[in-house]
């Protein structure tokens, strides 16, 4: 029978994407893994890929289409043998959208044949093993799919080519209740429920207080709806608290020079490596949190997540918002790495060519100003993040050093905590660690 594609939930948060482009026709026949479409998000463009052969019978939404919602079909798959006439698109040809929550349902329509990823990336979940150590083959929709719903592929049969096991083989389990995985030791985390939006003035109240010729109308687009709904859940459920302080650059701006003068050069004479200080920043305060573990955590109702590594995400300005890429295991990377990873995640997030993986997560966030001449500012914490840091300007200060007034170049910064599970004295206790490496920055070469 005709496989229905449908628009895939290219995140867990995801409710509508936007079709950018169709890299295939009507008649064109596909092979399990062949790239399909583009989909555009909020933050990124992701491709398409098909889990089934057939041949394209019905493209249902066009190339262009704006506001996709997740689970509406775009596009039908014939199986051999099968004619267009086999194809039926009534009912609107879309499956009803996510209600009642804010992420995307964890298992999208299920007559959908589609897989979500870029060319040649690693996928996120591992494969699976069989219990012989034979490879369980199953797409990489399937395996995430499973993992989010606990259940174990060893117990499931493929009904996909040469016995993958696809989505319909996870769905059909969910729906027989068979294949539960036992549980973990620790649960994973549950997202914290979101308290009732405040509601705030309508378009018609606020549109009356100004003259019809003063302004123009700008529709929000998916980024900006995003960011507003992600910053009032922030602040609605995380008791924030802040803690400031001082720190002086002096003795690392030098050896950044010195780190970047020795950096050895290509036969262009381009450099292997150049430091900046937000690099410095990343590694200083992923091993603050490295020597005080208790404050790299995520909150939950139930359990606190004591994270193993410090994955830093970094906020990175792009037209229309931000984003924020992650180095990860940051704590365990020399500066040379961070610098040339930040600047490839940084380069990428710009051209919205990230993958879900490389800004999703994360233990904690830095967001750095200070190249924009800010002093100081306060940022909001990111869940499932309990903290961020907020970065100022270096600038040349006044102070007191054995009893004489002196220069020095100076930043401020503040950490902003979940004060459920960051209190002050635990923020301090990192702030503390974080100016430690700052000011003696060799100790984050050895």
């Given at each position: 029978?005709?496989?229905n594609i449908?628009?895939?939930a290219?995140?867990p948060t995801?409710e509508e994407?936007?079709?950018?482009k169709?890299?295939?026709?009507?008649?064109?026949?596909v092979s399990?893994g062949?790239?399909?479409?583009e989909?555009?998000t909020?933050?990124?463009t992701?491709e398409?890929?098909?889990?089934?052969?057939g041949?394209?019978?019905?493209i249902?939404?066009?190339?262009?289409?704006?506001g996709?919602?997740v689970?509406a079909?775009i596009?039908?798959?014939?199986?051999?043998?099968?004619d267009a006439s086999a194809?039926?698109?009534?009912?609107?040809?879309?499956a009803?959208?996510?209600s009642g929550g804010?992420a995307a349902?964890?298992?999208?329509?299920s007559s959908s044949?589609?897989e979500?990823?870029a060319?040649a990336?690693?996928?996120p979940?591992?494969?699976p093993?069989?219990?012989?150590g034979?490879r369980?083959?199953?797409s990489?929709?399937?395996?995430?799919?499973?993992?989010?719903n606990?259940?174990?592929?060893k117990a499931?049969?493929g009904?996909g080519?040469h016995?993958?096991?696809?989505?319909?083989?996870?769905?059909?389990?969910?729906?027989?209740?068979?294949?539960?995985?036992?549980p973990a030791a620790?649960?994973?985390?549950k997202a914290?429920?979101?308290?009732?939006p405040?509601?705030g003035?309508?378009?018609?109240q606020?549109?009356k207080?100004?003259?019809?010729d003063s302004?123009?109308l700008?529709?929000?687009?998916g980024m900006r709806?995003t960011i507003a709904?992600?910053?009032?859940e922030s602040?609605?459920t995380?008791?924030h608290?802040y803690?400031s302080?001082?720190?002086?650059?002096d003795?690392?701006?030098?050896?950044?020079a010195?780190?970047?003068d020795?950096a050895?050069?290509d036969?262009?004479?381009k450099p292997?490596?150049k430091?900046?200080v937000?690099?410095?920043?990343i590694?200083?305060?992923?091993?603050a949190?490295?020597?005080?573990?208790d404050?790299?955590v995520s909150?939950?109702?139930?359990?606190?997540?004591m994270?193993?590594h410090?994955?830093v995400?970094?906020?990175?300005?792009?037209?229309?918002?931000l984003?924020?890429p992650?180095?990860?295991?940051?704590?365990e990377?020399p500066?040379?790495?961070i610098s040339?990873q930040?600047?490839?995640l940084g380069?990428r997030?710009?051209e919205?060519?990230l993958?879900p993986?490389?800004?999703q997560g994360?233990?904690?966030a830095?967001?750095?100003?200070g190249?924009?001449?800010?002093?100081n500012?306060?940022?909001?914490v990111?869940?499932?993040?309990?903290?961020?840091?907020a970065?100022?300007?270096g600038e040349k200060?006044?102070v007191v050093?054995?009893?004489e007034?002196?220069?020095?170049?100076?930043?401020?910064?503040?950490?902003?905590?979940d004060h459920?599970?960051?209190?002050?004295a635990l923020g301090?206790?990192?702030?503390?660690a974080?100016?430690?490496y700052?000011?003696?920055?060799?100790s984050?070469l050895?």
């Open positions: 029978m005709p496989i449908t628009m895939p290219l995140s995801m994407g936007n079709l950018a169709w890299l295939v026709k009507e008649g064109d026949q399990a062949d790239v399909i479409a989909i555009e909020d933050k990124a992701m398409v890929e098909a889990v089934d052969e041949k394209v019978g019905k249902v939404v066009a190339a262009g289409t704006e996709v919602k689970n079909l596009a039908v798959l014939l199986e051999d043998g099968e194809i039926d698109t009534s009912g609107g040809g879309a009803p959208a996510p804010d349902p964890a298992v999208p329509d044949a589609i979500v990823g060319r990336a690693t996928d979940v591992p494969a093993k069989a219990a012989d034979g369980i083959f199953s990489p929709l399937a395996r995430r799919l499973a993992q989010l606990g259940l174990d592929l499931l049969k009904s080519p016995g993958r096991i696809v989505k319909r083989d996870i769905e059909a389990a969910l729906e027989a209740g068979t294949g539960k995985a036992a620790a649960e994973a985390p914290a429920a979101a308290a009732a405040v509601a003035p309508s378009a018609d606020v549109l207080l100004f003259d019809k302004y123009e700008v529709p929000h687009d709806k709904k992600r910053l009032t602040k609605q995380i008791p608290f803690v302080v001082d720190v002086e650059l003795a690392l701006l030098a050896l950044r010195q780190l970047n020795a050895a050069k036969k262009d004479g292997a490596y430091l900046s937000n690099d410095m920043t590694k200083a305060l992923a091993l949190l490295r020597d005080v573990p404050a790299n909150w939950t109702d139930d359990n606190m997540v994270h193993k410090a994955d995400g970094v906020a990175v300005s792009i037209p229309g918002g984003i924020t992650i180095i990860r295991s940051a704590e990377k500066l040379s790495v040339n930040m600047k490839d380069k997030a710009k919205r060519k993958k993986e490389e800004y994360g233990t904690t830095v967001s750095n100003m190249m924009m001449g800010v002093k500012f306060s940022a909001v990111n869940p499932p993040h309990a903290t961020i840091l970065v100022g300007a200060r006044p050093k054995d009893g007034l002196a220069v020095a170049t100076v930043m401020s910064v503040t950490l902003s905590t459920r599970c960051v209190d002050g301090a206790e990192l702030l503390a974080f100016k430690g700052i000011e003696n920055p060799m984050m050895v």
